[in-house]
């Protein structure tokens, strides 16, 4: 992709916007439309352009493929500790009124809301990030001519 | 009419995802449209792209007749379309799933949870466990995918050596 300028400089342009925008779906799910599945999906496709345009190997000098396959797992751990937490506040497993002062539940609904949506962006980004690492690793470089 | 090139087929079926999108916007369903374009026309088609880039380019010639899938495909579209006769109105206030617990989350949102999105209060909140267990199979899936895909980078830089010492 080294003789593609267009290419380079407008995904390099698309980039942060495309972060930012994944980072506005995910804060405004409680709002409009969008949460943290649309969201990580948005935030994977900010590296996963990257990766195609810039090659595999620079993706892996921006994010180590171990740091994501650890954010696939601290994103689930995310929503099981909140569920896990208002369980030992003496609520129901994700009854996050447990997360307020008495007679705050609606605080606690946004904190919790706001918590495990944060868990399901991570885990969601990074999965999808994992899944294309695994795929694009495995495959040979390809020349332009061959499509 | 037949396509064999499976890129073309990839992007085909990229743009039927956008197209759905539109259908669920138009259908007021702004949530699913949403998941849709970005999961199904976006990260769908790389994926199917990174798995053709491992595979073959162009479909292998049928070797049998495609009399019985072409059945099975009528029959079950037709059975389908049949299923759509006994379905309510698009939209009728009186179907069963709008007089189940929807009332009850419209109700309850604004003074329990307290956010304008009531998808976000069901997805999240009221239904936080089934929610809890998609993010599960998003997190099983990637486990799998990197058992059956992974390579260790020790073992993919021993490859490049070779190919290195062959050119």
Redesign the interface.
Known sequence: MDHHYILRVISKMLIPPIMLYAFY?QFH???????G??AG??F??AF?LYA?VYGVDKLRMVLS?LVA?AG??V??LI??GT?TYSLFMGKN??D?SALAEPGH??HG??L??LL??A??GL??A???V???L???????Q?KDT?? | MILRNLFAVVMLSGVFSLLSAALFVAMDAVDVAFTEAAVGAGISTVLMLGTLALTSREEKPATHSRALPLLVVFVTGAALLYGTMDLPPFGAPDTPVQLHVAPQYIERTPTEIGVPNIVTAVLASYRGFDTLGETAVVFVAGIAVIFLLHQSSRRRRDDDDKGEEEV
């Open positions: 779906v799910g409680d709002f409009g439309p969008g949460g599945f649309q999906v948005i994977a496709v996963i195609l493929p396959r696939m797992a994103g689930v929503y099981a569920g497993f994700l996050y539940a609606q609904q946004h919790g809301i495990v949506e868990g399901v885990t969601v990074s999965v999808m994992v899944i294309f695994a795929f694009a690793s495995r495959a040979p390809i061959d499509w």
